[in-house]
């Protein structure tokens, strides 16, 4: 039969011929796809009408994507289902879930378990999108801004522009720090040594000084002694900041600038020194000191 004839008898809307399975699968994939577009910019809208940021852009964004997967999960069921030679494929995807969840559970381990791990960050939100947080990857401890959530994975942008993709079954089970929460600030901890011929606290007046004339420090803490080193003293300079980026910008200047103002001031820094008696068997012939810069 042409496809002409086939046209005058209608069989193209028969879903038992080659051409009508072939019509309704094309009309199946179309509805699916409009209904996932369709779905995607009601999103979009949504999010754009939302100027007060009363919405949790994350947790749509999720349920967006789990959304349209399910949309085309169940296109291809009902059209599984309506023709005749795939009836049997429908009909036992509609009365058999239970088995089918199992064998897919067993065969994607790991796919639904980052699946629900994902659901799991949106209830009990942990971080949103644009947070800083700290994770442990094999690379070591990144530090990044959360791009998005999707359903399988967790992706992070860190200060150097790299992407850590990071599963969210790891996301869900392992110590993440927000280091934005609801009070973006942080102290910032300088540890800075001086000798012991240095004049102490004419050197935490330099600390002082050079903190209070920096845009970055919203508020020193204070400058105590904290160690008393095999070499020198030192001196930690405890700062608020307004968030963590701005923290280890302040740490880089005060480094900086405690070094040139030290060396104007006659602040000496320590330097490693080694101490070393030389005897014999009757009496010590002398000692000398050994000093050595590292």
């Not at 179309?30 to 949790?56: P, S």
Request: glycine share 8%; hydrophobic share 45%.
């Amino acid at each position: 039969m042409t496809i002409f004839e086939n046209i005058i008898h209608g069989g193209f809307g028969d879903p038992s011929t080659l051409l009508g399975a072939a019509l309704y699968a094309i009309i199946f994939a179309f509805f699916a796809w409009l209904a996932g577009r369709m779905l995607r910019l009601a999103v979009q809208r949504m999010l754009a009408r939302d100027k007060n940021d009363h919405v949790d852009l994350m947790a749509v964004k999720f349920l967006g994507k789990l959304v349209r997967y399910c949309v085309y999960i169940f296109a291809f069921i009902s059209y599984a289902h309506l023709v005749p030679r795939l009836s049997g494929l429908g009909a036992a995807s509609l009365t058999s879930i239970s088995v089918i969840t199992v064998i897919v559970g067993l065969a994607a381990q790991n796919t639904l378990g980052n699946l629900v791990a994902g659901i799991s960050l949106l209830l009990y939100r942990p971080f949103k999108l644009g947070d800083r947080v700290q994770v442990t990857a094999p690379t070591g401890l990144e530090t990044g801004r959360v791009e998005s959530l999707t359903l399988g994975y967790t992706l992070l942008r860190t200060d150097d522009n790299r992407r850590v993709v990071v599963p969210n079954s790891v996301m869900a089970s392992q110590t993440t720090i927000n280091l934005t929460g609801n009070d973006p600030r942080v102290v910032c901890s300088v540890p800075i040594g001086i000798s012991y011929d240095s004049d102490i606290d004419k050197a935490r007046a330099i600390l002082l000084d050079l903190t209070s004339k920096n845009p970055k420090a919203k508020e020193v803490c204070g400058c105590p002694v904290t160690q008393l080193g095999i070499s020198g003293v030192v001196l930690t300079l405890d700062v608020w900041c307004a968030d963590a980026l701005a923290a280890i910008a302040l740490r880089s200047d005060l480094l900086e600038q405690a070094k040139k103002r030290f060396a104007l001031e006659g602040i000496g820094l320590p330097f490693p020194q080694m101490t070393v008696f030389s005897k014999n068997d009757s009496q010590c012939n002398g000692k000398h000191e050994l000093d050595s810069a590292t």
